[in-house]
Structures are given as C-alpha cells and as structure tokens.
C-alpha cells in the first residue's frame, strides 16, 4: 500500500507560473491600453447626450468636463429617430430580419451537402466557397449591381438582401460543426427510411446548437454594417439604409453632430446588445466529445 500523501503537502496552495504572476507595471500598462481604446467609446456615448453646441466646446480647455455632460439631453435620438434616420433604421432590421431568416436555411442546406453528402466535385465545391468569402465584396460590388440593374431588382428590398444571404464564412463555420456530428447518427435515420430532407431537419438543423446562432450573427453583422452595395443599388430615400442614411445627414456646410454622435451610438448598440443576448450559444454542447 502507498504510504499517505502529507497533509502539509495537500494543503499547500499550487504556486503560480512565473509567467502567470502579475506585476504592478503589467497592471497598469492593461490599465493605460485599456483606456486608450475605451475614452472614445465614452466620449462618443456622452457626446449623444449632451446639447451638440457643447460636444467640441468642451473639449478646450482639455479637462475632466469632456466626459461629463453639463446637461443629459435625449433631443439627439428624438430628433434622428423622427427623421430620415428612424425609417432608414427599419428598413436594416427589415433587411437582416430576412437576411439571418433565409441566408441561415441556405447556408445550412450548403453546408450539409459538402459535409454529409458524398457528390462527384465535393472538394472544388468547397474550395470555391472558402475562395468566395476570401474574395472583398468591393472587387465584384460594381459588376453585380450592373447585372441587378439589368434585373430590375434595384430600389427593391430583394435587392438588398440578396448578396448577404450566401454567406461563405457562415457555411465554412456550419460545415465544420456539421463534421463533428457522429455519421451513426445520419445512417441510423437511412435505415429507418429517413428521406435526406428529413435527417437534415429532425438531426443536422436541432443539433446545429452555437454554430447556427454564430453563423445567423454574421449574416446580421454583414447586412447590419453594409454601406457599399445599398449605395450602387437604391436611389429611393424611402429604401435607404440607416448607414447611408445617417452618412447623407453631414451638410455641405453645417452638421448636427449631437445626432451623428446619436445615430452612431445606435449602430453600434443594437449589435452589441444582440452579441451579448446570444453569447450564451456560443459554448454549445459538442455532439462528438459530449463536452463543453
């Protein structure tokens, strides 16, 4: 029998690597790189709250003052939200509600057919897919909105959705996490007669867990943060985006940039409260280890 482990050494507290040990210079470098980057998010925010006369006054003298507002005042966002603004703002929620809603089936369906499927040309399938997404949409932006004009699909709402619905980064994170999913579970359907539309549906589609709500996030952050293909393809100001809408807002010669500091704030809000209501499904269950 092994003799007993001390209770002296059980008791001792591990020691921390040496490259795990913090030191007070470490901490307050993090500390100084962090307020690099979070003193403009702050002044951006409070720069919406206060009257817009004040937002570059405060800045001389340089003081403590940039930060804090002298008067909390919500005449930025009532006043973009009433504007043009408030219905180019509908009109992107419209457009990525319908873009996550179809472009995630679609990727699905893509992405089960180069995982699962067995077809002659699996693998050049994929190659184009993983080429597509590492192509800038800016170097085709020009060509496609020519042949959507000889469509007739510009000034339409298909118009906008249509090149955020195919998605290759969403099929590329599908297919990888379509891989993982054991093929027993795919051949136990066939053999009970399953139909492939079926086993995608009652197998694939519910155990896409996280990869499904990451893949859904980046249709929603590509459609939510597009500027280039609304301007080529919609002239109507009823169909405008809210980025081309609030970039039209700047005037020739004045700018009310309490409401440009307002509208920027609300870009960047709404997929950061998204981000963070979904974060939970990012760690989802992996079928094949049955780990975290």
């Not at 930060?67 to 180019?88: D, I, K, M, W, Y």
């Not at 609304?230 to 980025?243: E, F, M």
Request: hydrophobic fraction near 55%; charge should be positive.
């Amino acid at each position: 029998m092994a003799d007993p482990v001390p209770a002296s050494v059980l008791g001792a507290p591990r020691r921390a690597p040496r490259w795990a040990r913090r030191s007070p210079l470490a901490t307050a470098i993090a500390v100084l790189v962090c307020m690099v980057f979070v003193l403009p998010v702050l002044w951006l925010l409070v720069g919406s709250l206060r009257p817009a006369d004040e937002i570059f006054s405060s800045l001389s003298p340089l003081s403590w003052r940039i930060l804090v507002p002298s008067q909390v005042t919500f005449e930025n966002f009532a006043g973009l939200l009433l504007g043009p603004f408030g219905r180019a703002l509908v009109v992107s929620l419209l457009v990525c509600l319908i873009s996550v809603a179809v472009g995630t089936v679609l990727c699905a369906l893509a992405a089960y057919a180069v995982a699962v499927l067995r077809f002659p040309g699996r693998g050049i399938v994929f190659a184009v897919i993983v080429v597509g997404f590492m192509i800038p949409f800016e170097a085709i932006a020009i060509p496609l909105s020519q042949l959507f004009t000889g469509w007739g699909l510009t000034n339409t709402i298909i118009g906008l959705v249509l090149p955020g619905i195919g998605n290759g980064l969403a099929v590329f994170n599908l297919r990888q996490h379509f891989l993982s999913i054991p093929a027993s579970y795919r051949e136990a359907a066939m053999i009970d007669g399953a139909s492939e539309p079926r086993i995608f549906g009652s197998i694939y589609w519910p155990l896409g867990g996280g990869a499904l709500v990451n893949s859904a996030l980046l249709i929603f952050l590509g459609q939510w943060g597009s500027f280039l293909w609304p301007l080529l393809v919609v002239s109507d100001r009823s169909l405008q985006v809210a980025p081309v809408a609030l970039s039209q807002a700047f005037g020739e010669h004045t700018s009310n940039f309490g409401q440009h500091f307002a509208g920027a704030v609300i870009l960047s809000l709404i997929p950061a409260v998204l981000m963070f209501i979904m974060q939970r499904s990012f760690g989802g269950l992996s079928i094949a280890s049955g780990e975290k």
